[in-house]
């Protein structure tokens, strides 16, 4: 059986009228960590929107295909139940709806099974206390008045509560302070198995301190100019883009 899990096929796509990524290609296998960096504005949220087929981002060329199946043009909740989850910069609010009914009706849409209601809270609370979380945040409204290191630890839960094929984490680190980026390096180790994969777009290096990193890519322009192991990621830190060319 294949280890691929998803294939990134000469990819083009479009936001605005504007062409923003130019020639993507990407191979990830069942349990690597990919990260994904790039200075402001190089497509890396689009890729990731792209993935998830974002109707805001159009596709001109290439395709997607995920654990061996062409996912280019399926609807977006359609690749979240393939396997596919994506954490955003900034996660939304949802009022009236409590984290746990959140997360249980999400599980309920991905699994399409019912939620056993007893090992769900077990899980849940197992969970929370591994990412230091306040149990009393679980029946507030879904990222309403939360702090933005509750809620980028909220998007971790929900990771890990989903258990996907792939995770995707979209500046998951964006504005943390070291503790919070320490609890969602902490997140990912939980998570990542022979089984899956994750995908990391991040500007700061802090958040790969703890992982074991397997490729960086660095995306210029609309296209991955270069790729390497985790000393790529720290070559950036210590050197910026500025070496790097479209």
């Known amino acids: 059986m294949s280890s691929n899990l998803l294939e990134i096929k000469d990819l083009y796509v479009n936001a605005e009228d504007k062409e923003i990524l130019k020639g993507i290609n990407l191979n990830i296998n069942k349990g690597e960590i990919h990260v994904i960096m790039g200075p402001n504005g190089s497509g890396k949220t689009t890729t990731a929107n792209a993935i ?25 909740d359609e690749i979240a139940r393939k396997g596919v989850f994506m954490s955003f910069q900034l996660p939304e609010e949802i009022p009236g709806i409590s984290v746990t009914n959140f997360l249980k009706y999400a599980k309920n849409k991905v699994t399409g099974k019912p939620v056993k209601v007893f ?15 306040n149990s009393k945040n679980m029946e507030r409204s879904l990222n309403v008045g939360f702090s933005g ?9 929900q ?12 500046e998951t680190d964006s504005g943390l302070d070291v503790d919070a ?4 390096s902490k ?27 397997d490729y960086v890519h660095v995306l210029v322009d609309g296209k991955i100019v270069e790729t390497g192991d985790a000393m790529l990621a ?13």
């Open 234 to 246: 720290k070559k950036i830190e210590e050197e910026g883009y500025k070496q790097f060319k479209a």
């Open 181 to 184: 980026i320490n609890t969602v």
């Open 119 to 133: 090992e769900f809270k077990e899980e849940l609370k197992k969970y929370m206390e591994e990412l230091n979380m």
């Open 52 to 76: 998830l087929n974002n109707p805001a981002y159009k596709k001109e060329k290439g395709s997607i295909i995920f654990d061996n199946e062409d996912i280019t043009n399926m609807r977006t």
């Open 149 to 157: 290191g509750e809620k980028k630890k909220n998007e971790i839960l």
């Open 159 to 170: 990771m890990l509560v989903l258990n996907p094929k792939l995770a995707i984490l979209d």
């Open 187 to 213: 997140g990912i180790d939980m998570f990542k198995n022979k089984d899956n994969a994750v995908l990391i777009i991040t500007h700061n290096t802090k958040i790969l301190r703890n992982l074991k990193v």
